[in-house]
């Protein structure tokens, strides 16, 4: 079985921090530690796992960072690195960048599609961003489709800097709006400096859905971006809004069988290895 490097890794420890967003989904209001995910994916071959933070508080993103970097550091757990919270926005964002330097952390992600556009396009957003690629730090784009124009010009913005695309670009689901999203993520894809996690959107399917529903959004996403600009990722537990994370994961395997065990490798551990800067045993 070919090992699987998990890129997005949310872990709720509602002990240690306020996870606001979680009042909505009654599913999500409990504990899910490092120890069920790896209780939940034994059988699935995952060699090493990137936590993302989880949109704790501003106030709590320092925390955060320095708690998972605690657990990343032990031995006894897959966890290889964090994604941490930033607010590039803020006037104090160097200084925090700083900190983060000396924590387990090896990439940086600000939640956008809660935010109005005009956030991604300030001036000091841009040049914050811009700042990461002199310490070879990657930022993840959370976003929907509705959002994709104003991120193409954030990435374009930001040649330098290595942009991570979530969740397939947050498709809405739906044969409506399909041509939509494949048009602009196709602009999106065209840029060099970004790569596209395949995770997330199953947390969109309805329970009663089939997972071969998603067949259409992930073929577009592995034809714009190739098996050398693809990772994969759980995003659990938020993917328990609709499947659990077996089902994912088997889903993940199956649908790319189809490929060669060299092109798999690529997507499974090795894009994500090397754009995360992090090395599974």
Known sequence: MIPILD????????KHFNYQWCA???????????????????????????????DVPENQI????????????????????????CRPEADNFEALLEESLTQKVCGLRRVLHVMPDELAQGSRFRKNIQSLAQRNLPFD??????????????????????????HCGGPTLDQENFA????????????????????????SLSKEADVD????WLDTTLELFSVDRVLVGSDWPVCNLSKDVPTWLTKVRQYFSCLNEDEQRKLFHQNAERIYSVKIS
């Open 7 to 14: 890129t997005h890794l949310h872990l709720l420890y509602p």
């Open 24 to 54: 909505d989904f009654p599913a999500l209001q409990a504990d899910f530690t490092i120890e069920d995910y790896e209780e939940l994916t034994q059988d699935h071959g995952i060699a090493g796992t990137i936590f993302m933070e989880v």
């Open 62 to 85: 320092s925390a955060e960072a320095k708690f998972f970097s605690e657990l990343a550091r032990a031995d006894n757990n897959k966890i290889l690195g964090v994604i941490a919270a």
């Open 141 to 166: 784009l959370c976003i929907n489709q509705s959002q994709h124009d104003v991120i193409c010009k954030l990435i374009q913005s930001c040649p330098e800097t290595q942009f991570v695309l979530d």
């Open 180 to 203: 939509l999203w494949k048009n602009s993520l196709q602009s999106i894809a065209q840029l060099p400096n970004v790569v596209c996690k395949i995770s997330g959107i199953i947390a």
């Open 213 to 216: 529903t998603l067949n259409p």
